[in-house]
């Protein structure tokens, strides 16, 4: 799509595709290159890392990303939000670094939001994940639960939910549940692009 930016710091051919791009069994000559894809508001994304993980960013999000991992770590920087359905690598976790908040797993499929000035939310659809907060040790959190932390309380709360709500954008539907009319049209701007 071209209202969607990406900054890339290596030249390479990778596959680009209908509102997705594929860095999957590509090799860059550079092993520290970093690319960054940034989402217009009203516009989806989704992207292949090299170790195979999708990401699907939605509108006005930005993902940093190396195009090729470490050979110990895989780690990507979000803001806004995205949907990642990870790569199962035994020997290298995957962490994602969302406003000071890091998330930390081996494959499985969680949602991150970190449009909200003040928090950060971590829905687990599948799998299991290590939030560590700020200053703080690693939480662990089970499929269909909900981790949000508040910038403001500095504290991180973890609950069962409906993962529904959070997660239907990823399917192109937006359910709102207990939302104030101010989330909802917060949201629906994004959305749209209005």
Same mark, same amino acid.
């Given at each position: $799509?071209? =209202? %969607?930016?990406?900054?890339?710091?290596?030249?390479? #051919?990778?596959?680009?595709?209908? %509102?997705?791009?594929?860095?999957?069994?590509?090799?860059? #000559?550079?092993? $520290? +290159?970093?690319?960054?894809?940034?989402? =217009?508001?009203?516009?989806?994304?989704? !992207?292949?890392?090299? *170790?195979?993980? !999708?990401?699907?960013? %939605?509108?006005?999000?930005?993902?940093?990303?190396?195009?090729?991992?470490?050979?110990?770590?895989?780690?990507?920087?979000?803001?806004?939000?995205?949907?990642?359905?990870? +790569? /199962?690598?035994? /020997?290298?976790?995957?962490?994602?670094?969302?406003?000071?908040?890091?998330?930390?797993?081996?494959?499985?499929?969680?949602?991150?939001?970190?449009? #909200?000035?003040?928090?950060?939310?971590?829905?687990?659809?599948?799998?299991?994940?290590?939030?560590?907060?700020? %200053?703080?040790?690693?939480?662990?959190?089970?499929?269909?639960?909900?981790?949000?932390?508040? $910038?403001? *309380?500095? #504290?991180?709360?973890?609950?069962?939910?409906?993962?529904?709500?959070?997660?239907?954008?990823? +399917?192109?539907?937006?359910?709102?549940?207990?939302?104030?009319?101010?989330?909802?049209?917060?949201?629906? =701007?994004?959305?749209?692009?209005?």
């Amino acid at each position: $799509n071209g =209202s %969607n930016r990406i900054i890339l710091e290596d030249s390479l #051919a990778v596959r680009n595709g209908n %509102n997705n791009i594929d860095y999957s069994g590509i090799a860059s #000559a550079k092993s $520290n +290159a970093y690319n960054t894809l940034k989402t =217009s508001p009203g516009k989806e994304y989704s !992207i292949t890392l090299s *170790d195979g993980t !999708i990401v699907h960013l %939605n509108s006005a999000s930005i993902l940093r990303f190396p195009v090729n991992f470490q050979e110990n770590i895989r780690e990507v920087t979000l803001e806004g939000e995205g949907y990642f359905t990870v +790569a /199962k690598d035994a /020997k290298r976790p995957f962490v994602v670094q969302a406003k000071g908040i890091q998330i930390r797993q081996y494959g499985t499929v969680f949602n991150v939001n970190t449009y #909200a000035p003040d928090k950060v939310e971590i829905v687990l659809v599948k799998g299991s994940v290590g939030i560590t907060p700020p %200053n703080s040790k690693q939480v662990m959190i089970k499929p269909y639960q909900l981790a949000e932390y508040s $910038n403001q *309380d500095e #504290a991180l709360v973890v609950k069962d939910v409906d993962i529904e709500p959070y997660t239907s954008w990823h +399917a192109g539907e937006l359910i709102f549940e207990n939302k104030s009319m101010k989330d909802i049209m917060n949201t629906l =701007s994004l959305w749209y692009g209005v």
